[in-house]
């Protein structure tokens, strides 16, 4: 079986074959472009699949190949790809998703007019995000970290003609490229000091490894601060997720593709593959501790109070990655990836549901649903099954990971379990009302035509809610299976805790019992915090104003210093060249007039011009 | 002697120069033409007289500059009189083919 993880970079050409074929054959070939960039997302699933089997046993070693990219004097440059636990275990779940994905957009996509461009971009997508995950190296870690943007640039302005689409890509970029920045300079900086510049993840692993003296606690606290900073970027983190939320303007598929189970979490994978920088500084671990915790209870508090179906998925996104950064931050490695492994199929089927239900009523609006359970059967259960598992509702997958993390913070933290607790407890709120706003009740406007989606749309959510029901058992309190698979045979100390898991089961069941009484039973007015405190509502339906802080804080000055050198340029710079050029044009306007075709006039200029040759050579003699 | 002289043939010359340039006339030009001819013809002959090293070369050389300079005003005219019969008019300013 090794030589399938030898063969492992040959998973992300695949899809890139399929990018380029696409880019090759142009938009009129929809048939084939949809089969193409399935295959391709086919072909890579089972290639990741056999990697991980191989893998599954006990013995299993990493696998790193790699080979001279540039040499520069003495240093030489060396980029490869790594095949460990942790990889495997991602690649499969990116391949799966964007395999399930690419099906789902055949029945979603399937009347635009450029589905061969978005199968090209997802294809492109896949390959990035593979790349990503394989990477051995911070450097072409940080390559396709950059595509990945790219990637999701394209597809959040897929439909470039909306204003607010092209405005979110835009900014989707942007304040990713913020937090880009900090892990750039995270990687000068470690390239600054590591031993003979190896940015090599094993390298990174060995050096920080132990008291080895080569980096001071200081300095890898600093590293550690700023890639940590690249991840709040992608992955939505407190004072960057303001994108995430808008970049649910992209398709649906793509928003559980890329804005739920793969690039967002790419934050999360990428400080667990660095790991051990963040081990050496304690600082660092309870920062990101705490901005996990924070983003967790306050994402999930928007959301309560969102309309949006697709904003409250997101802020639901923004919160669970929340919870996911707390657990890295607390010191478990197992409770971050554990939950981003079963966040990615819950939150790609409960996307998948909603682009499903989008289809058929054409609004996103959830005050403007209802009644949709009796008429998209398959939809709704399936839709409920995510939003169980989202809501920590046992077995269901979310609550083995939401009660490991929990229960380490219960060890680690008391405040950091109640924060956990309490946003469990808006996070099942939430979903119970979007879910019996949508699918309970009275239809609230003129619904008629809706219908469950084409086969090719409810298979992957058949697919996925099957997995959201069965992924937590790869780790329970009782069998830590995933922890000393993903460490490598060394098992983390049991976190089972009674407390935790009463806990979690008790907000989850209670969350859900309230939004059952206010929006199904409706013995709890839905009014009544509005009544009492309209100030709160509205708080939270504009979402803390954080974006009204950063136009006025940032974009206003920013947009007034570009105006400012706008006009520097237009008029300084810009004028010295339009004088030149101005200059130009009057000489030649003049040489035009003086080449009136009557010989006197050449005459009279050849005269001119003798005269001053003559004047020049008498003049130098004076001069010098 | 030959500042004198000199000064005689560039004030001739400029008279010449100043008619070729600004008269309309192309028969004036013509003539214009002539004196700066004979201006430079001046010159040669007196400094084969008050040169530095003065010989009789200078004055036969002039006595060849005349007779081509005939031929060549023989050949002006020519030409001037194919240019008047097929413009029909002998004003300078009019013959901007050049422009064309």
């Known amino acids: 079986m090794e030589i399938y993880t030898k063969a492992a970079w040959i998973i992300p050409l695949l899809p890139l074959a399929a990018f380029l074929l696409l880019t090759a054959l142009g938009r009129s070939y929809r048939r084939a472009g949809v089969l193409i960039g399935t295959a391709g997302a086919l072909a890579a699933f089972l290639l990741s699949l056999l990697v991980l089997i191989g893998r599954l046993g006990e013995t299993a070693v990493d696998y790193s190949k790699a080979f001279d990219w540039i040499t520069i004097g003495d240093y030489t440059l060396r980029i490869g790809f790594e095949v460990t636990n942790l990889t495997s275990m991602m690649l499969v779940v990116v391949t799966l998703v964007s395999l399930l994905v690419n099906i789902y957009s055949a029945g979603y996509m399937k009347s635009d007019e450029r589905i061969t461009v978005f199968y090209g971009y997802v294809s492109l997508f896949t390959f990035s995000m593979l790349g990503l995950v394989l990477s051995d190296n911070l450097l072409s870690l940080y390559i396709f970290w950059e595509l990945v943007g790219v990637c999701s640039f394209l597809l959040v302005g897929f439909w470039y003609a909306r204003p607010a689409a092209k405005a979110a890509a835009k900014k989707a970029f942007i304040v990713t490229r913020i937090g880009d920045a900090g892990l750039l300079v995270a990687i000068l900086l470690l390239f600054w000091y590591m031993p003979d510049h190896r940015l090599e993840f094993t390298m990174i692993q060995s050096v920080f490894d132990g008291p080895s003296g080569a980096i001071t606690t200081e300095l890898s606290t600093l590293i550690a601060l700023l890639i940590f900073l690249g991840a709040v970027g992608k992955s939505g983190q407190f004072p960057l997720h303001v994108w995430l939320p808008d970049a649910m303007e992209g398709p649906t598929p793509i928003s559980a593709l890329i804005h739920a189970a793969t690039m967002v979490a790419a934050g999360v994978f990428l400080i667990a593959r660095t790991y051990d920088i963040f081990l050496d500084s304690a600082a660092a671990m309870q920062t990101v501790a705490y901005i996990g915790g924070f983003t967790a209870i306050f994402a999930a508090t928007i959301a309560l109070a969102q309309n949006d179906i697709k904003r409250i998925l997101a802020y639901s996104t923004v919160s669970q990655l929340g919870y996911m950064m707390m657990a890295l931050g607390l010191g478990s490695l197992t409770g971050g990836i554990f939950h981003l492994f079963t966040h990615a199929f819950f939150k790609a089927l409960l996307f998948l549901g909603a682009g499903s239900i989008i289809h058929a009523v054409h609004t996103q609006n959830i005050q403007e649903m209802g009644g949709l359970g009796s008429k998209m059967r398959v939809t709704a259960w399936t839709f409920g099954i995510g939003a169980l598992a989202l809501s920590g509702i046992p077995p269901l997958s979310g609550f083995w990971s939401k009660d490991l993390i929990l229960s380490v913070a219960l060890q680690e933290n008391k405040l950091l379990f109640i924060v956990g607790v309490a946003a469990a407890f808006c996070t099942a709120l939430y979903m119970a009302r979007l879910f019996f706003l949508v699918f309970m009740g009275k239809p609230r406007s003129s619904l008629g035509g809706a219908h469950e989606s084409p086969s090719v749309m409810t298979i992957p959510l058949m697919v996925l809610a099957a997995l959201a029901v069965v992924a937590g058992f790869v780790e329970t309190p009782w069998n830590g299976a995933l922890g000393s698979w993903l460490s490598g045979g060394i098992a983390e100390e049991a976190h089972s805790s009674g407390i935790a898991i009463i806990a979690s089961i008790a907000v989850g069941v209670l969350g859900i019992y309230l939004g059952w009484l206010i929006y199904v039973k409706g013995s709890v007015s839905r009014s009544i915090v509005s009544d009492k405190a309209p100030w709160l509502v509205m708080l939270l339906e504009r979402k803390y104003f954080i974006d009204e802080c950063y136009e006025r804080i940032l974009v206003k000055p920013l947009k007034g210093l570009g105006t400012l050198l706008m006009a520097l340029d237009s008029y300084v710079i810009g004028g010295a060249v339009r004088l030149v050029s101005a200059a130009a044009d009057s000489a030649g306007k003049a040489a035009v007039r003086l080449q009136n075709g009557q010989v006197q006039t050449y005459g009279i200029a050849a005269l001119l011009g003798l005269v001053v040759i003559v004047l020049a050579i008498v003049g130098r003699r004076f001069w010098s | ?100």
Do not use: H, W
Not at chain 2, 8 to 28: E, S, T
Not at chain 2, 55 to 75: D, H, N, R
């Open chain 2, 1 to 100: 002697m030959l500042p004198s002289y000199l000064t005689m043939a560039a004030i001739l010359f400029c008279i010449g120069l100043y008619g070729a340039l600004v008269k309309r006339n192309a028969v004036i030009v013509l003539l214009s033409i002539e004196l700066m001819l004979n201006a430079v013809n001046l010159n040669l002959v007196a400094f084969s007289k008050y040169g530095v090293v003065p010989a009789l070369t200078g004055q036969i050389f002039s006595l060849f500059t005349i007779t081509v300079a005939a031929a060549e005003a023989a050949v002006g005219v020519a030409i001037l009189i194919a240019l008047f019969r097929s413009r029909g008019t002998v004003q300078v300013d009019e013959y901007d083919e050049m422009k064309r």
